[in-house]
């Protein structure tokens, strides 16, 4: 059997295994739903299990590069309440992926049965107005743009941190500093050696009618980064911005635009993005479309050894399906032109079709993808700086109150840039998932 072949009964196995899933639990909700287990008023337990079947047809742009695969994760977690002040949460995942190419797997497929979450937080009550939390935890901020739990991910994003919250009818403010979690596929998982993050998030909301306003400063320590000139030294950067989000019915508008100052060793860092995006929502009609427009931008460099570094730095986000489903660009380098119209048929179905166009912001620096990682190097000499277009189409189901269905397919045309670098023409990624908590 080639290889074109195995893929395909791959992703066909898939499918039915998971829609055979889903037609048992269709066929489970008209039954009556049984008790919860009980428990004492002092522990709430919880979990979740997720299942995905995705293939790839020439991923990272290389022809031939084919994969299908599952991707399995299980979390259950307790929250302990001891009293109406201070709580207690852990949760552990187990995370897997079956069939695929890669052997042996590692992040971000699979975490063999770890500790996601453990945390302490006083101040757990919701009228609180101050919250303190210790331990491993989320951290998201915004749209996840820069901070984020890139929970699309098989094994997701954790901090090791300490989180302070302050909160009034207008106004919050958190505070936090830690380390992010690396995650280690058949051991501990442990914070990321030398590297340490902290910052201030506010989020201003009715002070201004219809308006959102949220300041941000990140700033970030990591070692062993390479500089411009050669060799290897210690970053140290801020990233300060401010995100806006106006609505307005029928129209949204969103833009975030965010600058970084720091250096590496002797190398100084000037770089900065932006996210502009507007929607139009007609609620009240039949299926409540919507339409939608964006552009994003991100810095690169147009003179990779003068000792200016103008890359920006992405930080850790939730990258998945900002810059198209297929999830191969990040946010580095960047011209990115969006569209799309979402569909709401009934109430637990949505159905959104989008478009994305690429291109690199200076033909000296690379193209990288959703991790932030180089993608194909640099550009100079390719008679184009445009990287590719992209078509999705993506529909989430509710299916029962404690099961959700999802489904999409991507399509990459290259451009003219990975044409020459890469002698690439193509990239699809369709995926299904199913996701039940209990």
Same mark, same amino acid.
């Given at each position: 059997?080639?290889?074109?072949?195995?893929?395909?009964?791959?992703?066909?196995?898939?499918?039915?295994?998971?829609?055979?899933?889903?037609?048992?639990?269709?066929?489970?909700?008209?039954?009556?739903?049984?008790?919860?287990?009980?428990?004492?008023?002092?522990?709430?337990?919880?979990?979740?299990?997720?299942? =995905?079947?995705?293939?790839?047809?020439?991923?990272?742009?290389?022809?031939?590069?084919?994969?299908?695969?599952?991707?399995?994760?299980?979390?259950?977690?307790?929250?302990?309440?001891?009293?109406?002040?201070? =709580?207690?949460?852990?949760?552990?995942? /187990?995370?897997?992926?079956?069939?695929?190419?890669?052997?042996?797997?590692?992040?971000?497929?699979?975490?063999?049965?770890?500790?996601?979450?453990?945390?302490?937080?006083?101040?757990?009550?919701?009228?609180?107005?101050?919250?303190?939390?210790?331990?491993?935890?989320?951290?998201?901020?915004?749209?996840?743009?820069?901070?984020?739990?890139?929970?699309?991910?098989?094994?997701?994003?954790?901090?090791?941190?300490?989180?302070?919250?302050?909160?009034?009818?207008?106004?919050?403010?958190?505070?936090?500093?830690?380390?992010?979690?690396?995650?280690?596929?058949?051991?501990?998982?442990?914070?990321?050696?030398?590297?340490?993050?902290?910052?201030?998030?506010?989020?201003?909301?009715?002070?201004?009618?219809?308006?959102?306003?949220?300041?941000?400063?990140?700033? =970030?320590?990591?070692?062993?980064?390479?500089?411009?000139?050669?060799?290897?030294?210690?970053?140290?950067?801020?990233?300060?911005?401010?995100?806006?989000?106006?609505?307005?019915?029928?129209?949204?508008?969103?833009?975030?635009?965010?600058?970084?100052?720091?250096?590496?060793?002797?190398?100084?860092?000037?770089?900065?993005?932006?996210?502009?995006?507007?929607?139009?929502?007609?609620? #009240?009609?039949?299926?409540?479309?919507?339409?939608?427009?964006?552009?994003?931008?991100?810095?690169?460099?147009?003179?990779?050894?003068?000792?200016?570094?103008?890359?920006?730095?992405?930080?850790?986000?939730?990258?998945?399906?900002?810059?198209?489903?297929? /999830?191969?660009?990040?946010?580095?380098?960047?011209? #990115?032109?969006?569209?799309?119209?979402?569909?709401?048929?009934?109430?637990?179905?949505?159905?959104?079709?989008?478009? #994305?166009?690429?291109?690199?912001?200076?033909?000296?620096?690379?193209?990288?993808?959703?991790?932030?990682?180089?993608?194909?190097?640099?550009?100079?000499?390719?008679?184009?700086?445009?990287?590719?277009?992209?078509?999705?189409?993506?529909?989430?189901?509710?299916?029962?109150?404690?099961?959700?269905? =999802?489904?999409?397919?991507?399509?990459?045309?290259?451009?003219?840039?990975?044409?020459?670098?890469?002698?690439?023409?193509?990239?699809?990624?369709?995926?299904?998932?199913?996701?039940?908590?209990?």
């Amino acid at each position: 059997m080639t290889h074109a072949r195995v893929i395909t009964v791959r992703v066909i196995v898939g499918i039915v295994v998971l829609a055979r899933a889903a037609g048992t639990a269709f066929g489970q909700d008209v039954q009556p739903s049984r008790p919860p287990i009980p428990t004492p008023p002092w522990l709430e337990v919880a979990g979740e299990y997720r299942i =995905r079947v995705e293939g790839v047809e020439g991923a990272r742009f290389q022809a031939g590069n084919d994969d299908a695969y599952f991707l399995s994760r299980l979390r259950f977690g307790a929250t302990f309440l001891p009293s109406e002040s201070w =709580r207690a949460v852990v949760q552990v995942q /187990d995370a897997h992926v079956f069939l695929k190419n890669q052997q042996p797997s590692r992040p971000p497929f699979q975490d063999i049965v770890d500790a996601r979450l453990a945390y302490v937080e006083v101040g757990a009550r919701g009228d609180a107005p101050i919250r303190l939390r210790a331990g491993r935890q989320e951290l998201s901020f915004g749209e996840q743009r820069l901070v984020g739990t890139a929970d699309w991910l098989n094994t997701g994003r954790t901090f090791d941190a300490v989180r302070a919250t302050y909160k009034r009818p207008h106004v919050s403010v958190d505070g936090f500093g830690g380390w992010v979690v690396r995650v280690v596929a058949d051991g501990p998982n442990v914070p990321e050696p030398g590297t340490i993050f902290y910052g201030v998030d506010t989020v201003v909301t009715g002070v201004v009618p219809h308006l959102t306003i949220e300041p941000y400063l990140f700033a =970030r320590r990591a070692p062993n980064q390479p500089t411009e000139l050669g060799g290897r030294d210690v970053i140290h950067s801020a990233t300060f911005g401010t995100r806006v989000v106006a609505a307005i019915q029928p129209f949204d508008v969103s833009v975030d635009v965010a600058g970084q100052r720091g250096g590496i060793g002797s190398d100084d860092i000037h770089a900065w993005a932006g996210h502009w995006a507007v929607g139009f929502t007609r609620a #009240h009609a039949a299926w409540k479309p919507r339409l939608s427009g964006e552009y994003n931008y991100a810095s690169g460099d147009d003179k990779p050894r003068d000792g200016r570094r103008e890359t920006f730095d992405q930080l850790y986000p939730t990258g998945h399906d900002k810059y198209g489903l297929a /999830d191969q660009i990040g946010w580095k380098n960047l011209h #990115h032109l969006g569209g799309g119209v979402e569909l709401r048929p009934t109430a637990r179905l949505s159905t959104a079709m989008r478009y #994305h166009s690429w291109w690199v912001a200076s033909a000296a620096d690379a193209v990288y993808d959703a991790s932030g990682a180089v993608l194909v190097p640099a550009a100079a000499g390719s008679p184009s700086r445009h990287i590719g277009q992209e078509v999705d189409v993506q529909s989430a189901l509710v299916a029962t109150p404690r099961l959700r269905v =999802r489904a999409g397919y991507a399509h990459i045309v290259a451009g003219g840039l990975l044409r020459a670098a890469v002698n690439s023409r193509s990239l699809s990624y369709p995926y299904l998932s199913l996701i039940t908590s209990f």
